[in-house]
């Protein structure tokens, strides 16, 4: 049972990415899935979460209108869509799920990196 993050790479301020999670052991379907990250020096932050069926998302007012989560459920992955990065993008990228039953599940993130 585990989610795996990957996308991660060093671009520059402007450039565009997009972060994969995927999981194995388990549907990713049944689970609200969140995004976080935690740059150097700092504290883990929530950027953005996914209700089960996709209807519902809320982002971090910081990357609000620059990123966007989805998913597919029937590849078992959600995706996270970075746009217009800026040298404060940089940090590492968590992907959590939070299952209906059982403790929430986090990959062991993936780098992204905003420097020109």
């Known amino acids: 049972v585990q989610v795996v993050e990957s996308g991660g790479c060093l671009l520059q301020p402007g450039g565009s990415l997009r972060l994969a999670c995927v999981a194995s052991g388990f549907t990713l379907g049944s689970s609200v899935v969140s995004w976080h990250r935690q740059a150097p020096g700092k504290g883990r932050e929530v950027v953005a979460f996914i209700t089960t069926g996709g209807d519902r998302t809320e982002y971090a007012e910081s990357v609000k209108g620059r990123f966007t989560i989805s998913r597919n459920n029937a590849e078992n992955t959600v995706y996270l869509q970075l746009s217009s990065l800026k040298p404060e993008d940089t940090a590492v990228y968590y992907c959590?799920?939070?299952?209906?039953?059982?403790?929430?599940?986090w990959g062991q993130g993936t780098q992204v990196t905003v420097s020109s």
């Open positions: 959590k799920a939070s299952r209906p039953a059982g403790p929430d599940i």
